[in-house]
C-alpha cells in the first residue's frame, strides 16, 4: 500500500474499512470512540480518555475539544441512523449506548 493509491476508489474504501476495524478492536467495539478516533487520529482520543476516564461517553463526547470532531462523529452517528432506517423498513439498526462507561484502548495492540 501507498499513500499514494488513495486516489483509487476501491483501494481507499478498503484502507478506510480496515482501519476503522482496527480502532473498533483498540477502542473494544465503542462505535463513536473509533469514529472520534478516525477524524482526530487515536492518540488524541488517547489523550483525552486519560484526562476525563471518569465521564460516560455522552459526556466524553461533548467535551472533545475538536469542533470538527465533534461534529463529525455526530454527522456519521446521525446518518448510520437515517440510513439504517431507511434499509431495515423503519427499524433503527443503530444501538449506541451514550451512557456507557468509556473503555480502556487495548495499549496491546498496534493499529499500524
Known sequence: FEPSQLDIPTINITFGSWYLSRLLTYYRGNLPLAIAAYNAGPTAIDRWLERNSS?????????????????????????????SRFYSNGISGVDVDLSAVLPTPRKDLEIF
Not at 55 to 83: G, H, W
Open 55 to 83: 465521564m460516560n461517553l455522552d459526556e466524553f463526547l461533548e467535551d472533545v475539544p475538536f469542533d470538527q470532531t465533534r461534529k463529525y462523529v455526530a454527522t456519521v452517528l446521525i446518518n448510520m441512523e437515517i440510513y
